[in-house]
């Protein structure tokens, strides 16, 4: 086994600083929410419920202000993160739901022309409360098309915790010029690892590979997904302008990374063009996930504009940090 990187920060988010924001009006919300408060033995003070109309791509400014705002003033002082646990809606007009919630609505962090937007104070921090530092609760969905798919991600993100997995990044170049700009910090990428995992450049989607721990591409569509097994824990994403929008059908959708068994992804729910600080540079991903960094904390601190960005996935996984406590397993929770 390859040595783990030396530890980036002293501390990594748990279970008691993240904030679970479940939709009682949305029936699948509620028994991911179960399941995750469970699995993870998050504290009830933690748990925020709200009701809305579900079933809709997009919430209103309106609407999502003040939905907010009770969600902020009902949250303990000491949560630093949000764990969302519906699907849609997944963006408030042209921000991503999990960024708005994060740090609010603001126009700031939409495009106008393909032009940057709003940074993060996040990105790229060792920063180890966001919240106490920046008045930012990064936050992730807990995605998916059924219980079913809720649970079996939720299970690899807990299951992975400690594994220190023996996987492999794959770093895919593709023809796709106007999606394959992050093609370019591949090579800073692979050192950024420092050797603590094998990286394998590849020019074409991956097919039957058995230990995908890492998988970036840039693509409108990816094929062959089933073929691979992802490791639990996984990140893998693909650039292009509308991975987020998660039940359209203009592009691949981010969730078919999860069902083909990744733990997180991303995708953007308008259009971004293609300027990278609106993406995760997989170098900084990666670095901070094998330094063993949580999840949420390794892929909100890759993307220095993430207005646009819907993160998805498991928050806590941490396959790279100590063994988990063994009172929390799989066996204790029945289906």
Not at 19 to 26: E, H, I, P, R, Y
Not at 156 to 174: H, I, K
Request: net charge neutral; hydrophobic share 40%; aromatic share 10%.
């Amino acid at each position: 086994m390859v040595a783990p990187l030396a530890a980036l920060v002293a501390l990594q988010l748990t279970a008691a600083d993240l904030g679970v924001v479940v939709n009682d009006a949305d029936a699948l919300s509620v028994a991911t929410a179960q399941y995750y408060v469970q699995r993870r033995a998050i504290p009830d003070e933690n748990v925020i419920h709200v009701r809305f109309a579900a079933g809709r791509l997009a919430m209103p400014v309106g609407e999502f202000d003040a939905l907010r705002a009770d969600v902020m003033r009902r949250t303990p002082a000491h949560v630093q993160a949000y764990a969302l646990t519906w699907t849609q809606p997944y963006r408030v007009e042209c921000m991503s739901i999990t960024t708005a919630f994060a740090a609010g609505f603001a126009q700031a962090f939409c495009s106008q022309r393909c032009t940057a937007t709003r940074w993060s104070p996040y990105y790229n921090s060792n920063a180890e409360r966001p919240y106490d530092r920046f008045g930012l609760r990064p936050a992730m969905s807990i995605a998916a098309s059924s219980v079913e798919a809720a649970r079996e991600l939720i299970d690899r993100g807990v299951e992975s915790d400690g594994t220190q997995p023996r996987g492999r990044a794959y770093l895919v170049e593709t023809s796709d010029l106007a999606r394959n700009v992050r093609a370019s910090s591949y090579t800073d990428a692979t050192l950024l690892t420092n050797g603590a995992i094998p990286v394998e450049r590849e020019e074409s989607w991956l097919h039957d590979k058995q230990d995908v721990m890492f998988y970036f591409i840039g693509a409108a569509r990816v094929t062959d997904l089933h073929s691979n097994r992802f490791l639990p824990g996984a990140v893998a994403d693909h650039l292009t302008s509308f991975g987020g929008d998660l039940l359209g059908n203009r592009q691949m959708s981010s969730l078919r990374w999860l069902e083909a068994g990744a733990t997180g992804s991303y995708g953007t729910v308008s259009e971004p063009c293609n300027l990278l600080g609106k993406f995760p540079n997989p170098g900084m991903v990666m670095k901070r996930y094998l330094a063993g960094e949580t999840l949420i904390e390794a892929y909100w601190k890759s993307v220095a504009m993430p207005g646009q960005g819907l993160f998805i996935g498991e928050p806590l996984a941490r396959p790279y940090g100590p063994p988990r406590n063994a009172a929390v397993t799989r066996a204790a929770y029945s289906r």
